[in-house]
């Protein structure tokens, strides 16, 4: 079954609107890690996540990590069409040696 | 929902030996699928793409001699790597990616398998 549960599965929305996608872990990670996936290519890495609590921006895109390491968003401002793509969440459980569970990924459709 | 299954998941091996990882769509076929490495806490490293029918597309810096990847249906790809190597052991992932085109998935849904840990010893 799935370790990290991601949602929504797709979300569409305007150009200009907001869009977050959610992931929660039943148990503590190590770490949240992002990707993301543009149509036709391969995931790409985004951004990683280690201490409780962690915020970091990359430019239009918020990245969180919940208190308890269980949880974790991202969030895009006024989105654009260069934001079309799947949004992957991965994280470690415990050693970063073991396994990346992943999310299923948000796919985000922009509307111009 | 479509599910991938990597095997094994944990594998230790002499250097020197070969080591084969399968990938499997379980119920979905997989026109594409791919394969990646990762070090421990660094992100995925894609290493190549591999096409049902067709010869893998290796990433730049990937030896195509030494990881094998055979994808012989629409559901299985195999990477095998070989005479491996202690710098060799690492956390290999693959993904595959649904053939349909019927929306939402565009042909682009993809899914990943658990991932495999190889010690080479």
């Known amino acids: 079954g799935q370790q990290v549960m991601q949602i929504p599965q797709y979300q569409h929305v305007q150009e200009g609107e907001d869009f977050t996608t959610y992931c929660n872990s039943s148990?503590?990670?190590?770490?949240i890690q992002w990707y993301k996936q543009r149509p036709g290519g391969h995931p790409v890495f985004l951004i990683q996540?280690?201490?409780?609590?962690e915020v970091k921006k990359q430019k239009r895109l918020t990245f969180q990590f919940g208190e308890a390491k269980k949880n974790s968003s991202l969030h895009i401002t006024a989105t654009q069409t260069t934001d079309v793509g799947t949004y992957f969440c991965a994280g470690h459980r415990g050693s970063t040696l073991g396994r990346l569970y992943f999310g299923r990924g948000t796919q985000l459709t922009v509307w111009p | 929902g479509a599910v991938v299954s990597q095997h094994p998941s944990w594998v230790i091996c002499k250097s020197g030996t070969s080591v084969k990882i399968e990938c499997r769509s379980l119920?979905?076929?997989?026109?594409?699928m791919f394969w990646y490495r990762q070090f421990p806490k660094q992100s995925l490293m894609l290493m190549a793409t591999s096409n049902e029918g067709s010869k893998a597309t290796y990433e730049q810096g990937v030896e195509k001699d030494k990881f094998l990847i055979n994808h012989a249906s629409l559901t299985l790809s195999t990477l095998t790597v070989t005479s491996a190597h202690p710098e060799d052991s690492s956390f290999y992932i693959c993904?595959?990616?649904?053939?349909?085109?019927?929306?939402?998935?565009?042909?682009?849904?993809?899914?990943f398998g658990e991932g495999s840990w190889l010690t080479v010893v």
């Open positions: 148990t503590t990670l190590s770490n």
């Open positions: 996540l280690v201490k409780s609590g």
């Open positions: 993904s595959a990616r649904v053939s349909s085109n019927s929306w939402p998935s565009s042909g682009n849904t993809i899914y």
């Open positions: 119920d979905f076929q997989a026109t594409t």
